[in-house]
Structure formats: structure tokens, C-alpha cells
């Protein structure tokens, strides 16, 4: 008998491992929402799965009767062009300065420390400064996601750059390198890699900033529906918008991992750093 | 092709005396060997003619002239590791000396540029025995094909010194066999002036035409860092007799006999 440690699933068990926990929190649900049903026919905490069908197919297919939109699709697209911007700015000015901090002693001596303690501000005690200087528009919500998201990849990608063995730095410039042609050939495209590690942990947060700040001043959004329909009890509303959020922030996951694989194939190959 | 010369140099950290009194004249084409122990100086020596380190006294010159405190494209280097860049291929890595010098902003070569350059980088390639394998990415590369691809990147810039700052000690002995015989024609080739760091004394006399050691000849043992280390040793080994030695040790040795 082999230790436990050493016991490998083969693929196919593998994957009825992974989905074993999935079905059996399916079924804990379907029995508790039948309990409850019937219990009392009006419940409204745990709605039965053919409710909740229902109703998502309402959300996506059908147009709003007052304003004429398909609900979830206007709210998935309001979130997500947020989503986008917010992060899409973030890692712009996440590399750029990192990409400074990291390589140029100068710009690490200037904006080091304040990145580092401006990083420490809770970016949801200053949304109300945000609601003021920004208005309760679009800006607001994307300027909440990047001071959230964008402090951390600073840091983390400064720290990459200067985790870099100085001997490639030395290296290039005997190549004849300048600052600049370093910074763009040597180092940019060696912390791509990590800037998409960095996306992949920040999309979490990245979702939380967006809810929140959806939740109290917005008109459309998946963290506004959710808020919104709160006050009905709506769970079937509610838990398939969860649902639908995880399965988003799911596939972004999935796909910065394919586009670091595709674009950065060094990164991933086995023995490199 | 090109003289090193170093006159009266010191260096010093606060009250640790690194080398003291460095006087040294290499001539052009010169295949230098540096031994000595662990902390002799080896590497500052090599890091001041790369310009990563200033003398505290004296002057390093290079065809007698002052050069830069930085790194610059006349001194090339290979390191014991990470001299290869790994996100770049075999080619890549070649090509990126020459796309350096061509395009200032964008670092890239495009059209009938890039395609001479390529061609220059292939031959290098070729000449350090990698031509299958232009495609790959150093990571799957062996450390004696990435130090053989090192090679070809420096010669790419035609140094007027080559640095080798212990190339060959990560490898086994076979592959550093090998190494040893790449190296020699392409220093008679490119007739480049090498200065080699090594810890295997086979080595070091083996492929240099000059070796020196560096060691601290004189020790206080309540201040182990009061003297710093000079050249005890400097042969020369282009003779085919017992090896002769050169410069100020000459003296001395001729009062012991």
C-alpha cells in the first residue's frame, strides 16, 4: 500500500474528483430548497434551480418591459467595458511604473515610498472622494478599480524588475544598450509574464471594487442588479447573477492563462527562471 | 585588438583594502588568465575594466585612453550564468546586439537591415556550433550550448576586450573540453584581447597567453582587511621552455636564485 502522498489520479478520475464537490453542493441545494418549498410554498430564500432557469432566461431573453433592454446582457456589458478599463489602465500605468521603479534608481528613490504607502489607503474609504471629484458616472467606478488594483502591481512589478540577475542588465549594456532600449527589449518583455500573474490575482479584487461601487451609485451593472433586486428577496435573481459573475471572473482567469502560455511561451517552459 | 593598462590602481571599500597597487600593461590580442583564491579581487579586477566599478586610486585605460564608469559595447562579457536572455531565442539573442546599434528607439530591424543582420547572426551561430538549434529558447538549451551562445552574442559587437568571468566553471568536464576548444580559434579569429576569471588552473594555462594571480601577500591577522591583494604571479606562457615570468616579480625572482 502505497503512502497517500504518493497516490496519483489518473485523468479520468481526476475529473470526477473536481466535479464531486460541485454536485454534491447542487444536491445539498436542491434538497434544501425542496425541504423549505415545502415547508412553506412562498419561500423565498432558497428558490428550486427551475425557478431560478426561468428567471435568468427572462433576464437574458426577454426586454426589459419599462426600459427596453435585455437585463443581463446591458448589465454584463456596462460591468464589464468598467471591468476592462479599469484593469486595461491599470496594468498600463502598473508596468510603465513599475517598469521606472525597478530599473531606474532615480525614479525608485522618488516614487517608491509613495507607492508603497499609498498602497496602504483602503480604496473604499475614499470612493465617497472619488463620487465627488468623478460624479456618480462611469468614471468614478473605473478610477475605484485602478487606486484598487493598480498599487499592488506597481509594487509587484517593480520587485520583479529588480529580482532580474543584474548580469543581464550588465549584459545588454555591453550589447550597447541605452536606458531606454533596455527597458523596452530586456525588461519590458520579461515582466509580461508577471503582469499576467498579477491581472489573474487582481481580477478578485478588481470585481469586489466594481460591486461595491456599483451597489451604491449606479443605474445599470451586475453589482447594481444585485443590490437592486435585493430589497425583493429576489434570490433568484441574485444567486443566478453570483453565479454568472464567478463563471466571468472564471473565464478571464482561464484566458490570461492561454495568452501568457501563447504570447510569453519562455516564461512557461520547464527549467526556465 | 586593443591594450589595457593599469597604472597605480587601488580599491577600497571604507577600510578594506580590495587590490593595491595594480601596475599592468596588456598588450593587444593578449589572452589573459586571472587565478587566485576566493576574494583576491578576481571580480573587481574584471569589474573595473567593465566600468561597473571606479578605482579608488590610479586609472584603468584602454588604448590608453579613459573610458566611461559603465558598461559600454567595446568591453563584452559572459558571465558564469544568466548571460543569455531568456526570452529571446538563440537568434534573438544574437540579433539583439545588432538591432541595438541600428535602431535606437524602437531596438528592431525590419526589411533588408534585418535580413543582413540575421545572416551576420546566423554565421556567429554557426561558428559556435548552436546552427540547429537558432529556434529555441535558452531554456532549452544546455548550460554549455547557452555559455557557446553567450559567446556568440559578445563576439557579435567585435569587443576590443572580451571579459570571460569564470565561463565554463557551471559545466562539466567534457563540455568544458569542448569549450576550451571553441574558444581558442575564435580568439585567434576575431582577435579580440580576452581577460578570463577561472578557478581551474588546467584551464588557465591552458588557454592563456599570460596568466597573473592575484593574492594578498601580506596579512595582519587582527586586520585581515588592512592589505589588499596584488599580482603575485605573472607568466608568460607563449614560449615553448619553462614558463618565463614577467614584470616586477622578474626582480625578485632573481635575488632568490
Known sequence: MPRAMNVVPNRGSRLLLALLPFLLIALIYVVGSAQRRADNPDDKLLPPVS?????????????????????????????????ALGLGISAIIGLTLGLAIGLLPIAGAGFGTLVAVLSMIPPMAVLPVLFIVFGLGELSKVVLIIIGVTPTLVRDLSLEVQNMPREQLIKAQTLGASTWQVAIRVVLPQIMPRLIQGLRLMIGPAFLFLISAEAIASDVGLGYRIFLVRRYLSMDVIL?????????????????????????????????? | MSTLSFRNVWVEY????????????????????????????????????????????????LDGQPFPAEPGPDRGIVFQRYS??????????????????????????????RKDAVEKSRALIEAVGLGSHADKYPSALSGGMQQRLAIAQALAKQPRVLLLDEPFGALDPGTRAQMHALIKPLWHEHKTTIVMVTHDIKEAFGLATRLIALDRPRKDPQAPERFGARITYDLDLTRDSAVPVLGFIRASVHVAQ
Not at chain 1, 425557478?51 to 419599462?66: G, I, N
Not at chain 1, 427596453?68 to 454584463?76: A, E, I, N, P
Not at chain 2, 587565478?35 to 561597473?52: M, N, W
Not at chain 2, 538563440?90 to 537591415?113: H, I, K, W
Open chain 2, 84 to 113: 543569455v536572455f531568456p526570452h529571446l531565442t538563440v537568434l534573438g539573442n544574437v540579433l539583439l546586439g545588432y538591432e541595438l546599434a541600428a535602431s535606437p528607439f524602437t531596438a528592431r530591424l525590419f526589411g533588408s537591415a
Open chain 1, 51 to 83: 425557478e431560478m432557469v426561468a428567471t435568468s432566461k427572462r433576464l437574458a431573453t426577454e426586454p426589459d418591459r419599462r426600459s427596453g433592454d435585455y437585463v443581463l446582457w446591458s448589465d454584463t456589458a456596462a460591468s464589464l467595458q468598467r471591468l
Open chain 2, 14 to 61: 571604507g577600510n578594506q583594502v580590495v587590490l593595491e597597487r595594480i601596475n599592468l600593461e596588456i598588450a593587444s590580442g593578449t589572452f589573459l588568465s586571472i587565478v587566485g583564491p576566493s576574494g583576491a579581487g578576481k571580480s573587481t579586477f574584471l569589474r573595473l575594466i567593465l566600468g561597473q566599478e571606479k578605482p579608488s586610486q590610479g586609472a584603468v585605460l
Open chain 1, 240 to 273: 443566478p447573477y453570483v453565479v454568472w459573475i464567478t463563471l466571468l471572473a472564471y473565464v478571464f482567469d482561464y484566458a490570461l492563462v492561454w495568452f501568457g502560455r501563447r504570447v510569453f511561451p519562455w516564461a512557461y517552459a520547464q527549467g526556465s527562471r
